[in-house]
Every structure is written in C-alpha cells, then in structure tokens.
C-alpha cells in the first residue's frame, strides 16, 4: 500500500466540496459586496477539490490499487429464489481505482483552471453567483460520477451533469440562441440518457437473473474490479447483452456527441467560452467516453457492439473534422474538433483498448481546455468569433498566439506535444485489431485521413486570427491580453499540453492507466510497423499544416472560385450536412404526425371514454335526482318499498339460498 | 269464552294496514295522513288484543295491557300531529304535503 | 258457523268498509264522520273479544278525544269547514305496496297455528292490577311520553313563534 492510499477513503470529499461550494455561491453569492468574490470561493473550494484529487491520483500511481466504499444503503432486497438469486443492493459509495483516478485529475485540475480563468473572462458579466454556483455543480456531478462506484449512482450524476449543461450552455438566457441551443443539448443528450436507462435495466435483468458472473457484482450493479470482463452467462444472453451494449453506446453518444447525436454540441457555443472550455475537455463529453471506458472494463461489449463502437467513433473522427474544415466561427472549429477527438477516444474503446481510449482522453482534456480558454482570451480581446474578423493578433497577444499554436500542434498530433502520443497509441491499437475483424479497415482509414483534416483546419484557425496583417475595424480599441487570471491557466494548461503526452514515460503513470484486470492498456510494444505509422500520421499531420499555411498563411485568404467542383461540398460542410434540417423535418413531420395520432387517441378515446362515463353518470343521476321529489308521501312508499324488499330476502329468498346451500 | 277464526283477525288487521299505509303513501292532505297512521296503529292494537285472548293467562295480561299503552301513545302522536299540522298550517298556509317539498333542497 | 262469528264478520266488514271510507271521500268533515265510525266498530269488536276495557278506552280515547281533536285540526286549517280535498287520486304504485303488503301478512298466517282458539275473557280488575303492578314502569313511561308531547305540541303552535 502507498503512503497516499489512505487518502482514498476520502475521495467523496471532493465531490463534497463541490457542493459545498455550490451551495454557498448559489446562496450566499448575491450578498456578497462585490460579486467576484463568489468566484473566489468557488476558486477556493475547486482549489481544494484539486489538491485531494491530485493526491488520489499520485496515490494510485504510486501504487494502484482498487478502493471501494459504500457510504449509504438506500435499498436492499433479500435474495428471492428465481427473480433476484442474489439478492439487490442500490448503494451509494465510491469508487477509486486507476482510472477514476485518472479522470479526477483530470477533472479537478481542469476545473479548477476553468474557474480561474473565469475571474478575469467573466468579469463584466451579469449573474456572476448563479455562474459560479453552477460550476461548482456541474464540477461537483462529474466527480461525483467519476468516483460513482455503481451504474445507478454513476447515472444520477450523469443527469446531473446533463441538467448543468444545460445550464450553463443556457447561460445567457435572454438570448433566443443560447436557450435553444441549451434545449437542443438537454434534448438530444436525453435520447442517449433513455438509451443509457434502457441499457441498465437490461444488463440488470440479464445479470440479476443469471446469478454472480462476469464484471457483475453479486449484488446486481456494483462495479467490481479484477473480474474478467464480459464472461456471457446464461444461456442466450448474447442479443441481449448486444443490445444492451448498443444501448450504453447510444448514452455515450449523446452526451460525448458521437454522430449522429453530434449537433448539439456545436451549438453549445453559445455558453460563455468557460464553460465550453469544461464542457468539452473535462466534465460533460468526458462522461459518455468514460462511460464506455468503464463498461467495457467492467461489463465487456459484444463482438456486434464493438464493430458498431469502432464504426461510430472512426465516422464521428473524420466527420466532424470534415465541417471543422470551412467553419468561420473560432469556438466551433473548435467545437468540430472536440467531436473528432471523441471520435478517436470512441473508436480505440471499440477496438478492445479502452485505456488507450482514456489515455487520449487525459491529454485531450489539456490542450481542448488550453485551446478553449486561448480562444476565449481572443474574444474576450477583439469581442467577435468571427476568424475573418481577427488576424494579425500574434503582435498584441504573444501568450495567447503561442498557446493556441502549442494547443494546435498538440491536437495535430505532433511530437512531442501531448496529441501525439495518444493518438497514436489510437491509431497503432486499432491497427494492431485490424486482422482480426477487417470490417474495422474503413473507420481505421477514416480516422487516418482525419489526423490530415486536424491539422489542416485548426492550422487555418490559427493563421486567420494570429497571423498576417489586422483586419480589425481600427475603430476599435486594440487588442490586449486578459488579467494574470487568464494567463496563468494558459500557461500551465500550456505546460501540460507539451507535458501530458510524456507521462507514460513517468514512473507510475502508467498504473494509471491498468486496468482492472492489471492488462496494460497502453498498446503493446512499438516495433517497425508502428514506428512507420507513426511516421505516417506525423506526416501526414505536417502537410495539413503545410496545406493551411499555404493556403491562409501570412494574411492570404484562400476564396473557393465560384466556378469550382467543390462548391457544393463547401456549402453542404457549412450546412452541417444538414442535420439540423433533417432532425427538424423529422421532428416535425414524423413527431407530429406521432403526436397528432396520440392527440386523436387522448381526445377520442381516452377522454371519450372518461366523458362516456361521465355522461352515463349525469344520465344516471338525472333519473335517480327525480326521486328527491321533497314530497314525503313519495319517501314514506320508498321506506314501505325497502321494508318489503327486507320482508321478501328474509322470508323468501334467504330459506331459499339456505336450502340450496344447506341442501336439507 | 269465545272462538273466533284467526284467518279472519289477521285479515283484518291486514287489511287495516293496507288501507293506512295506501292512505299515508296517496294522501297529500295532512290531516288525512295522520288518520291514515291511526287507521295502521288500530290494526296494531287490535293484533295485540286478539293475540292476547288468544294465548290466554298471563300472556292475555300482558298483551292487553300493552294495547292499553299502545293506545295512550296512539293518542299522545295525534295530539302532536296535529300541533305539526297547525304550525304548518301558520307558517305556509297550507296543509299539502305535495306543496311542501323543502326536502328537496 | 255461530252467531259471533257472524257478528265479527259484520263488524270486520264495517271496519274495513268504513276505514276506506274515510279515506276515499273527498269531504274532509264526511272523512272525520267514517274515521269516527271506523273507532266505534273497532270498539264493538273489542266488547266481541271479551276485552271490555279495551272497548271503553277505544270509545273514549279514539272515538272520543281523537275524533274532536281531528275535528278541530280541520277547523283550524280550513277556511269552510266543508271544502273539497284536493286531487285524490289513487296511485298504482302505493296501491301495489299496499296489496303486497296484505298479501304477506295474510300468508303468514300459515306459520301460526290453525285451530280457532278460545279467546280467553279477562276481567277489568285483573287488567287494572297488571297495569299498576307489573306494568307500572310502562304507564310511567306513558306519562313522560305525554308530558313530553304535550310540551312539544304546546311548543310548536305557540304565539310569535317565528
């Protein structure tokens, strides 16, 4: 055991100080003399959630270890032979082990980088409490999550998560795009969480019925560590468990935004740059590929699922990289980009390597969050997201350029900032399954092209807004960089970013990243093969950049002639494919023709029904009001008429019904 | 010492009911109701002397003195009958049953 | 079939006749006339059941006091003491409880024993001490019962009441 180890008993204190926090903002914040100060609580208390998290994780490198606790009972059922041979707990508890380890660093060192940030991004906006109150939740449901140590826990915090997304991404609420676009995630994640609800019950009433096997717990939804994933139990189980694997990937592709549950996340700009920056590096995205991460070691996927996992997450990657490519708005390159690299995460999860998968993950959450948070000091400086609107920014906003450009190679994938080597092990993990399932050919070599597409367009980001001459209105006042506040978690996410990717290299990281079953996740051993492909995606990473810097570098500005072929493939990328369009036309046609038919059956036969009765009643009641005629003649025959009906049962009908049943 | 057949008592008192309890159940008249309900109660008491010469001893006793009883009340319910019909009577100005349907309400 | 039994016939068929009477005339003066008939046979027929006192009470109480205070509620409520009543129709409904009624109470005669029975005579004297001794609490009773309705009936008809 590690010196550190003791520390995990108290892991739920992080989530715990996020709530704290949360409370204490959400409450207290609108009385405070200046309203920052809430933030600097917030900061505080994230301050805090870091330090535990950051000493769990060292903990679990030092020595890796499973850790599990369960704080409350909420309910448990006895075993009862043939439903539940082994009883059901629902518990409460916490879960440390090497990859919630993994994700807390994650999550509490982004999180609290976030929060900093937004002092200084932050600071002329109104409703600042209700800001950091928000935060505070939304950080405190993802480690809550992440340290969930069974599905049903780990599914309320996924709500959770959900509901503060949608807070946050709803933010500026007055603005009709920014509530639409916090609906239209709250929404479309909805279809995954129903997805996810179903996938539960399912793996459920396969495994409560089939008895203690397998990732299961004896206890029905307690993740267990150092069981073998997926040993099939029972007879017959195999659809099911297909389809209950499928269901999971449905949850995890609405809220990490695989297609084709993609489009919310583009529109979830329209929250404040902070919270995309958490959203897309640390907290809610981060949950659907965590999601299949901890399925896939704890419950295992089919052989279906996982062609199905690698097909989604090898599309998604070129995808969204292939709208990323045209986009002029800074935050949504961004955006595309964040859907790509989940892409990746997805597909080496499918392939078998979920470490790998979680590996990307952690270096990801880096340089998204340092490309997030640059892009958000560049609008925070110019007040536009409009890239043909900046340019020439590299003289005013020298941090920032090179933060951006660290955060770029570092998502190209160029040694030896941090994408690379995750990608790569990515991309060396999928290729070391493709001889055993060559249905996973085509997703390998979209992923492939995708590393191109990367790097070409957020290159084309960085040329447009930092290089070449300013095509700012001189009207307005220069631009300059943010306060300390936004500086410092440039700087250290910046560090990371070089830094992340070479962790492996650490002693102990690597136990981070064993899995329950002490596999390494990391891909085997580099040898020629991997090595050329390395070589091969670095290449091909380079001429992306090569390619944007001809085309956009220097203040060119690159214009598709009107006459070329591949007009109509731009303005189909610009349209996002559609999707949107299609989601509304099928929401409007198919849904409300649904709806309609459900309108006829609630008004004609459900309240035709209900009003029949009422009728018949009325009708009945109608009648029997008639007899109240106030004259006491009439109640006088009715006691006469009820004194005989006595007479008649007790003298006719009751010696009758006794001779019949007494049979004398 | 007399026999006499109780086919015929019953029927009597049978038929006394009948007509009291059709003249309470047809009569909108209160004064005529009331008449109705001493026409039964007779009926009654005539049960009660019959049946008690009938089982003879002290059983006659007893019977006939609850006819005598029966008969008091009989009379005590008249007189308040008729308070009823008089206080009626001032209040609506009417003594029809079929007028007052206050019940109703 | 022997001369009491005629009489009883006789009177049992005035009785009924007369009760009737009572109620089917339309003149409210005429229905007090046959009701007071109806109080006089029932009497005849006590005198016939040896049940002297009885016959005595049955004249005095009903033909009597019953009978004047009928009269005088008519008095009373009516403007002309000889009015017409109005409709009396006779209704199916209450005609047929009244039928099934007496048919029941005819067929429960079969339960009782058939024989005609000697009608046992009973002597006023022996009447009167039954009533004092064994029966005192009822008379008691009685009273209480009369002191009560006469408080109600002097309750409901006093002045000013509104």
């Known amino acids: 055991m590690g010196a550190l180890n003791g520390l995990f008993g108290y892991a739920f204190l992080v989530p715990l100080l996020m709530v704290a926090s949360f409370a204490i903002v959400g409450l207290a914040g609108g009385r405070l003399k200046r309203l920052e100060w809430g933030g600097w609580v917030a900061v505080a208390f994230s301050g805090a959630a870091m330090v535990v998290g950051v000493l769990i994780s060292v903990g679990e490198m030092l020595s890796p270890s499973s850790y599990t606790n369960v704080q409350y009972t909420w309910l448990h059922l006895p075993p009862a032979p043939g439903t539940f041979p082994n009883g059901f707990e629902l518990v409460v508890g916490t879960l440390v082990d090497p990859i919630s380890a993994l994700l807390l660093l994650v999550v509490t060192v982004v999180g609290f980088l976030v929060m900093l940030y937004s002092i200084g991004y932050m600071h002329h906006d109104r409703g600042l409490p209700r800001y950091y109150a928000e935060l505070s939740l939304f950080l405190a449901a993802m480690t809550g999550l992440v340290l969930a140590n069974n599905l049903l826990e780990f599914f309320v915090f996924w709500e959770l998560v959900g509901v503060c997304s949608y807070f946050l991404i709803g933010f500026y609420y007055e603005k009709p795009s920014a509530a639409s676009a916090a609906k239209e995630a709250f929404l479309v994640t909805r279809v995954g969480d129903v997805m996810f609800l179903l996938g539960i019950f399912l793996y459920f009433s396969t495994y409560a019925q089939a008895g203690p096997a397998g990732g299961w717990a004896a206890n029905g939804f307690v993740f267990v560590h150092g069981a073998q994933p997926f040993v099939p139990v029972g007879t017959g189980n195999g659809t099911t468990l297909t389809i209950a694997g499928i269901l999971i990937l449905g949850g995890a592709a609405g809220k990490s935004a695989q297609f084709p549950l993609h489009v919310w996340l583009p529109d979830a700009m329209e929250g404040p740059t902070t919270v995309s920056a958490l959203i897309h590096a640390a907290t809610m995205v981060a949950a659907g590929v965590y999601l299949l991460a901890v399925t896939s070691l704890f419950l295992g996927f089919t052989a279906t699922d996982s062609l199905v996992i690698v097909a989604i997450g090898g599309f998604t990657a070129f995808f969204a990289a292939t709208m990323a490519v045209v986009h002029p708005d800074i935050k949504r390159v961004i955006a595309y980009s964040t859907i790509s690299q989940l892409g990746y995460m997805v597909l080496a999860i499918g392939a078998g390597f979920a470490m790998v998968g979680l590996y990307h993950l952690f270096t990801h959450a880096f340089f998204k969050a340092l490309l997030f948070l640059a892009a958000g000091s560049v609008i925070h400086a110019v007040g536009t997201q409009n890239l043909f609107q900046m340019g020439g920014l590299k003289k005013r906003m020298r941090l920032t350029a090179a933060a951006f450009a660290i955060g770029g190679l570092a998502l190209a994938g160029i040694p030896p900032f941090a994408g690379f080597w995750s990608k790569d092990d990515i991309l060396a993990a999928v290729f070391s399954q493709l001889g055993s399932h060559p249905a996973y050919w085509p997703f390998f070599l979209l992923a492939f092209a995708g590393v191109f597409l990367t790097a070409y367009y957020i290159f084309r980001a960085w040329f447009l807004a930092f290089s070449g001459p300013t095509t700012r209105d001189p009207t307005l006042p220069e631009a300059h960089e943010g306060p300390w506040v936004m500086q410092v978690p440039l700087v250290v996410l910046s560090g990371f970013a070089v830094v992340a990717g070479l962790f492996v290299f650490l002693p102990g990281f690597p136990g981070l990243l064993l899995n329950g079953a002490g596999v390494a996740g990391i891909p085997p051993h580099y040898g020629t093969t991997e090595l050329l492909l390395s070589g091969a995606s670095v290449g091909l990473a380079a001429a992306g950049i090569g390619l944007a810097w001809f085309l956009w570098g220097n203040g060119r500005v690159f214009v598709l002639p009107e006459s070329s072929p591949a007009q109509p493939v731009c303005r189909l990328l610009l349209a996002r494919y559609h999707f949107k369009e299609a989601y509304d036309w099928v929401g409007l046609r198919a849904v409300y023709t649904v709806a309609r038919a459900a309108d006829f059956v609630d008004q004609y036969v459900i309240d035709g029904t209900v009003h029949g009765f009422e009728r018949a009643f009325a009708a009945i009641s109608d009648r029997l009001r008639r007899i109240q005629s106030g004259i006491v003649s009439d109640y006088a025959a009715y006691v006469v008429a009820g004194l005989l009906l006595v007479f008649v049962l007790l003298l006719l009908v009751a010696p009758w019904i006794v001779a019949r049943l007494g049979g004398s | ?105 | 079939m022997s001369l009491e039994e005629l009489a009883f016939l006789a009177l049992a068929a005035v009785a009924l006749g007369t009760a009737a009477a009572a109620l089917l005339v339309r003149e409210l003066v005429h229905t007090i006339l046959w009701i007071a008939l109806f109080f006089v046979d029932l009497s005849a027929i006590y005198f016939l059941l040896d049940a002297p006192f009885l016959g005595v009470l049955q004249l005095g109480v009903y033909a009597g006091a019953v009978t004047v205070l009928l009269l005088f509620g008519i008095m009373v409520t009516r403007k002309r003491i000889f009015s017409r009543d109005a409709a009396t129709g006779i209704g199916a409904v209450p005609l047929a409880l009244a039928v099934v009624t007496f048919i029941f109470l005819v067929a429960s005669v079969g339960e009782l024993p058939q024989a005609p029975t000697p009608v046992a005579s009973i002597a006023p004297q022996y009447l009167s001490e039954a009533l004092f001794g064994t029966f005192g609490p009822w008379l008691l009773l009685l009273g209480l019962v009369m002191l009560v309705a006469v408080s109600g009936a002097i309750y409901l008809v006093r002045e000013g009441r509104e």
């Open chain 2, 1 to 105: 010492m007399t026999s006499l057949p109780i086919v015929g008592f019953v029927a009597l008192s049978a038929g006394l009911l009948a007509i009291g309890l059709f003249g309470v159940l047809t009569r909108r008249n209160l004064i005529l109701i009331l008449i109705s309900v001493e026409i039964a109660m007779n009926a009654a008491i005539l049960n009660f002397v019959y049946f008690a010469g009938f089982l003879g001893g002290a059983p006659a006793l007893r019977g006939q003195s609850i006819a005598v009883v029966l008969v008091g009340f009989a009379a005590t319910e008249v007189a308040v009958g008729l308070a009823i019909v008089l206080a009626l009577h001032r209040v609506r100005g009417t003594i029809n049953v079929a007028e007052t349907s206050e019940l109703r309400e």
